[in-house]
T-cell receptor, first 115, second 112 residues
Framework: AQSVTQLGSHVSVSEGALVLLRCNYS??????LFWYVQYPNQGLQLLLK??????LVKGINGFEAEFKKSETSFHLTKPSAHMSDAAEYFC?????????????FGTGTRLTVIP | DAGVTQSPTHLIKTRGQHVTLRCSPI?????VSWYQQVLGQGPQFIFQ???????GRGNFPDRFSARQFPNYSSELNVNALLLGDSALYLC???????????FGQGTRLTVV
């Protein structure tokens, strides 16, 4: 079974500051891991994903995440926050056998960027 | 290119009624998944269909059902609506069974 824990339902950073959104997962098999962003009244947009290979994954809009098996973590970072980054961020995990469509999501982290 | 399209965008129903939500995947995509997102929470997986066959089912009651048509579009049906069914229903499509999922804008269902 898969599950995801996102630490911190709300995170506030100043514009230009480091963004760090935390995600820990539980999986009985080596997982696929994802970060999605959701803007108000919109669907989800994929930021980045880890399936196999390099553990440091780069995504869109300057975001990146590192898969750390020993810590069962997949934290999302961005060196410098921009006002347009304000949104809800979801970490998700799937069982590779079940595919990238059976996603288990965390409860989300709302990112606020302070001018 | 058109993305995943869902209809209607908003819907208000009364308890006990039935609802049908529709999803058109990205052209060429064969897999469709449905998710329920209750306000303030992450999406929860309901169903996945691939090549018109059910490939996965989440922990939802039998009041929820779905199907995929030969053109790969999909319907989600919910019977005997409860107040707790009020949520944003998201559809996602992907090219194959286990490739990246692209989400639609969702259908906001309110049950009164």
């Amino acid at each position: 079974a898969q599950s995801v824990t996102q630490l911190g339902s709300h995170v506030s950073v100043s514009e230009g500051a480091l963004v760090l959104l935390r995600c820990n997962y539980s999986s009985s098999v080596p997982p696929y891991l994802f970060w999605y962003v959701q803007y108000p009244n919109q669907g989800l947009q994929l930021l980045l994903k880890y399936t196999t290979g390099a553990t440091l994954v780069k995504g869109i809009n300057g975001f990146e995440a590192e898969f750390k098996k020993s810590e069962t973590s997949f934290h999302l970072t961005k060196p410098s926050a921009h006002m347009s980054d304000a949104a809800e961020y979801f970490c998700a995990v799937s069982d590779p056998e079940a595919g990238a469509n059976n996603l288990f999501f965390g409860t989300g982290t709302r990112l606020t960027v302070i001018p | 290119d058109a993305g995943v399209t869902q209809s209607p965008t908003h819907l208000i129903k009364t308890r006990g009624q039935h609802v049908t939500l529709r999803c058109s995947p990205i052209s060429g995509h064969k897999s469709v998944s449905w998710y329920q997102q209750v306000l303030g929470q992450g999406p929860q997986f309901i169903f996945q269909y691939y090549e018109k066959e059910e490939r996965g089912r989440g922990n939802f009651p039998d009041r929820f059902s779905a199907r995929q048509f030969p053109n790969y579009s999909s319907e989600l049906n919910v019977n005997a609506l409860l107040l707790g069914d009020s949520a944003l229903y998201l559809c996602a499509s992907s090219l194959e069974d286990n490739t990246e999922a692209f989400f639609g804008q969702g259908t906001r269902l309110t049950v009164v």
